[in-house]
């Protein structure tokens, strides 16, 4: 449910000050029923790519910007969007950014919202303030629906594991987070095969199984494929990899250098001009190559590739602009490859 007063009313002198009308969605937005895939084997269905507001919905982005994403993104019929308490900058903002998005254009649709959220990294100062402790998780959880302006969360993870907290008591949280009526479901991010395995034992046996598994996944980067794959499977979890284009290098954006404007030309927090070698770009041109076989843009290849294997319910997508989430789901016409196409994407990778 949506509460009925903001916390975070709009900032006078911003752009929020002239709300426009609300949103009136696309009414072919859910033309394509095959854009929805079940997750594990819960009864919910899951858009096979998902916004994810990691990067693009802080305090230092444009706020009509942000809202045209989130607004397109659900014309589309992308209805998972996906956040976790430290996205920003700073903090917090890109759950008070979108809340405000929720309130202004879709209060009406809440129910065909499926809005996640997290709780494991650094959020206030102190020995309570990140981890996985029961004071930290659900103290989290109540900031996280005070900055939405929401009584509940669709999905809530523990955002990664703790090495000092027991894992009885981080997953105790999320039972009691479902229990309290503020999360339909729980999740993980960041766990190993061995610690997934225990933590959906235990989430099991009290009442709350784990829904999803939120890992980073993509052709530079495929750890999950060696145990966590199979682990979810066997479990019945579902799987939303996020940085699957690896923070766009597995896009077009970086075959004839760095461009300014580029996440690693003006903001290298998550991807390192140093990263981006001849060698890996040698790579990512003759990808690129494919894709162009294959009738695809390198970002369209890159995610029919993660979400080849049946146990990927759905990809988490960044987006800067408007034309990004288009160009991302148009991956959805080609997710088909052909024997000989993936060991030639294991060749290349091979170098």
Not at 302 to 325: D, E, Y
Request: charged share 20%; proline share 7%; glycine share 8%.
């Amino acid at each position: 449910m949506l509460r009925s007063g903001m916390d975070n009313p709009p900032r006078v002198g911003a752009c929020w000050a002239d709300k426009p009308m609300p949103h009136e969605p696309a009414a072919n937005r859910y033309a394509n029923p095959a854009l929805y895939q079940r997750c594990g084997r819960s009864g919910l269905k899951l858009p096979r790519l998902s916004l994810g507001l990691w990067h693009n919905f802080g305090d230092d982005v444009k706020q009509e910007n942000a809202r045209a994403l989130v607004l397109r993104a659900f014309d589309l019929g992308i209805t998972h969007f996906d956040l976790a308490n430290n996205y920003g900058p700073p903090p917090g903002a890109a759950e008070r950014n979108f809340g405000r998005i929720l309130h202004a254009d879709l209060a009406a649709h809440r129910d065909e919202l499926i809005i996640s959220s997290k709780a494991g990294y650094l959020m206030w100062d102190g020995p309570y303030g990140e981890w996985g402790t029961r004071k930290y998780v659900l103290a989290s959880l109540d900031q996280s629906l005070t900055r939405l302006g929401l009584d509940y969360v669709d999905i809530f993870y523990s955002h990664r594991p703790d090495p000092n907290t027991p894992l009885e008591e981080t997953m105790g949280a999320l039972t009691h987070a479902v229990r309290s009526g503020k999360a339909l479901y729980v999740g993980l991010s960041n766990y190993n095969p061995e610690q997934t395995a225990a933590a959906a034992k235990l989430l099991r046996e009290a009442g709350t199984p784990c829904l999803i598994h939120q890992p980073k996944y993509h052709m530079f980067d495929r750890w999950v494929e060696h145990g966590l794959l199979d682990v979810l499977t066997r479990e019945g979890i579902g799987c939303i990899p996020f940085c699957p284009l690896a923070q766009g290098l597995l896009t077009s954006r970086y075959l004839n250098g760095i461009p300014a404007d580029s996440r690693a030309g003006h903001d290298p927090r998550f991807l390192k001009p140093e990263d981006i070698t001849e060698q890996r770009v040698g790579l990512i041109r003759r990808l690129n190559d494919l894709a162009q076989q294959r009738g695809q843009s390198l970002a369209q290849m890159a995610l029919a590739w993660v979400l080849r294997s049946p146990a990927i319910t759905t990809a988490l997508i960044g987006a800067s602009r408007v034309s990004q989430i288009e160009e991302n789901l148009g991956a959805l016409k080609n997710l088909a490859f052909s024997q000989e196409e993936l060991a030639a994407i294991d060749r290349i990778l091979a170098g």
